[in-house]
């Protein structure tokens, strides 16, 4: 079966510092996969989505970015984070884009 | 930014109550799919109804669509505390390989 796994799940970073959140997939071949970010009480915001190896799709410009170094690898990252930056982040992957996501357990990232 | 929203923003019911949570969109859709999300945790996925179809069954789950008004609606029925959560619906439209979540309803089930 197929499984996601999303890490670290809560993260305290300074203002400035870099980020780097790291999903993987097990158990399928070429996902589509998916960066949200969550505010508290509210709905997704996608930030990225990735068909295939090296192709990045930006939904939101901001100063994160996202990486897929290989198939069921996704990373979003940060040179320098901001306040802004705070909330939960979750990945998702699905076999087509009109398929059901599957979402990881998310990230809490709180910026001090 | 979101596409539709959805109606209630919250709701509290009491256990055995049915409880009914709308989704209203713009753009025309291929499919539409219903998520529901416990506090902290990821999204799980609960129906896909297509825009073809007018209703759906899954357990305690019916989801109607009406292309026609831009609009579906999740009912719950004899709820239970376990179904406490958030739910939102998302919206795929054919034009990217994306989905587009509404802001949710957050739902209180009650003993």
């Known amino acids: 079966s197929q499984t996601i796994h999303q890490w670290p799940a809560t993260l305290v970073q300074p203002v400035g510092s870099p980020l780097s959140l790291e999903c993987t997939v097990e158990?399928?071949?070429?996902?589509?996969l998916y960066w949200y970010r969550q505010a508290a009480g509210r709905g997704l915001q996608l930030l990225f989505y990735?068909?295939?190896?090296?192709?990045i799709s930006s939904e939101v410009p901001q100063n994160l970015s996202a990486s897929r170094p290989q198939d069921r690898q996704f990373i979003l990252s940060s040179k320098k984070l901001l306040l802004s930056d705070s909330g939960f982040y979750l990945c998702?992957?699905?076999?087509?884009?009109?398929?059901?996501?599957?979402f990881g357990d998310g990230t809490r990232l709180s910026i001090l | 930014s979101q596409q539709g929203e959805e109606d209630p923003q919250a709701l509290s019911i009491q256990e055995g109550e049915n409880a009914t949570m709308n989704c209203s969109y713009k753009?025309?859709?291929?499919?539409l799919q219903w998520y529901r999300q416990n506090s902290g945790r990821g999204l799980v996925h609960l129906i896909l109804?297509?825009?073809?179809?007018r209703e759906k069954h899954s357990g305690r789950l019916r989801v109607t669509l009406d292309t026609s008004k831009k609009s579906s609606s999740l009912l719950i029925t004899a709820s239970r505390a376990a179904d406490t959560a958030s739910y939102f619906c998302?919206?795929?439209?054919?034009?990217?390989?994306?989905?587009?979540f509404g802001t949710g309803t957050r739902l209180q089930v009650t003993l």
């Open positions: 990735s068909v295939g190896i090296g192709q």
């Open positions: 753009t025309s859709i291929n499919n």
């Open positions: 998302a919206r795929y439209t054919g034009t990217a390989s994306k989905l587009t």
């Open positions: 158990g399928t071949s070429n996902p589509n």
């Open positions: 998702a992957w699905s076999v087509t884009g009109n398929q059901p996501q599957h």
């Open positions: 109804i297509r825009s073809n179809e």
